[in-house]
């Protein structure tokens, strides 16, 4: 699996991005794929995550109603739509790949992924 994350960037708060999240390996198919994103002071923290299989999502509470999850097949990407990003939205933005499929409950937990890819920083300024 190699992963590519890009689309992280500077913006100011109410602003948007567009997060990409690329397999050039093609191993999506069966998998989950989520977002994750930390910073210096807090731990990881879990963002969103899609199925790849039925497009079956979870989303973090403090993300739901601003930011959105989706699929491309035909690019082999999944894609996080960020509205209304606000400063404690600034961090790292990582992707992830699951090792099988897993549940709807347990799309949340770092534990289930195990192909990381580099990380995106998103910065959002007051």
């Known amino acids: 699996v190699q992963l590519q994350a890009s689309g992280g960037g500077l913006v100011q708060a109410g602003g948007s991005l567009r997060l990409s999240c690329a397999d050039s390996?093609?191993?999506?198919?069966?998998?989950?794929i989520g977002w994750f994103r930390q910073t210096p002071e807090k731990e990881r923290e879990f963002v969103s995550a899609?199925?790849?299989?039925?497009?079956?999502?979870s989303s973090a509470d403090n993300v739901k109603g601003r930011f959105t999850i989706s699929r491309d097949g035909a690019k082999n990407t999944v894609y996080l739509q960020m509205a209304n990003l606000q400063p404690e939205d600034t961090a790292v933005y990582y992707c992830?790949?699951?090792?099988?499929?897993?549940?709807?409950?347990?799309?949340?937990?770092?534990?289930?992924?195990?192909?990381w890819g580099q990380g995106t920083q998103v910065t959002v300024s007051s």
């Open positions: 899609i199925r790849w299989t039925d497009r079956a999502t």
């Open positions: 390996g093609r191993t999506f198919r069966d998998r989950v």
């Open positions: 992830a790949v699951s090792r099988g499929r897993i549940i709807i409950s347990a799309m949340n937990r770092a534990e289930a992924y195990n192909y």
